[in-house]
């Protein structure tokens, strides 16, 4: 039987009906239709599925939708302001921390939480802060350098 979940995505309310095994990330992807969160593993292993939950990184692989019951989420869609990029998207860009994409989201999203908690992370904290996130493509070095630019104040966060 379905039950209700009320959440907030990228700040918008939402009001859904969803069954107890129903995944967070089936909710993004599924009812809300912000499909920037991926599904790869869905075992909690590749990251790709990162978003924010009231402000902590979580990989919505793993976490009920009714465990999300009145919570705040944060998808990659919801790190722009309006056309703006956020630091850390201009950054991947600019320094190519991407070829497929396919684990950027998660890679922005877990770099977004370190940098929330932790400012001014030092290589190796980086490095930790996205050692949940898999990519196949970069070799993580290019993620590593774009993030260390934002720590430097390369990238300011639009107004
Ligand atoms: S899909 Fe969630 S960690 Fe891989
Ligand atoms: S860019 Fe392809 S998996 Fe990371």
Redesign the pocket.
């Known amino acids: 039987m379905k039950k209700e979940l009320k959440l907030k995505v990228n700040g918008q309310p939402y009001e859904l009906f969803v069954k107890p095994k129903t995944l967070l990330v089936e909710v993004l992807r599924d009812l809300v239709g912000l499909t920037g969160t991926k599904r790869g593993c869905s075992s909690s292993s590749c990251g790709a599925c990162t978003v924010m939950l009231n402000g902590m990184s979580v990989k919505s692989c793993s976490v009920l939708a009714l465990q999300a019951n009145g919570a705040e989420v944060v998808t990659v869609e919801g790190l722009a302001k309006g056309n703006e990029l956020s630091p850390l998207q201009r950054a991947f860009l600019d320094h190519g921390s991407?070829?497929?994409?396919?684990?950027?989201p998660g890679m922005l999203m877990s770099t977004t939480a370190l940098l929330t908690e932790n400012p001014k992370p030092t290589k190796l904290e980086i490095k930790e802060g996205i050692d949940g996130n898999i990519?196949?493509?970069?070799g993580y070095n290019s993620i590593v350098r774009a993030v260390t630019a934002v720590v430097k104040g390369e990238y300011k966060e639009a107004k």
Request: proline share 0%.
């Open positions: 991407y070829q497929c994409g396919f684990c950027t990519c196949r493509c970069t």
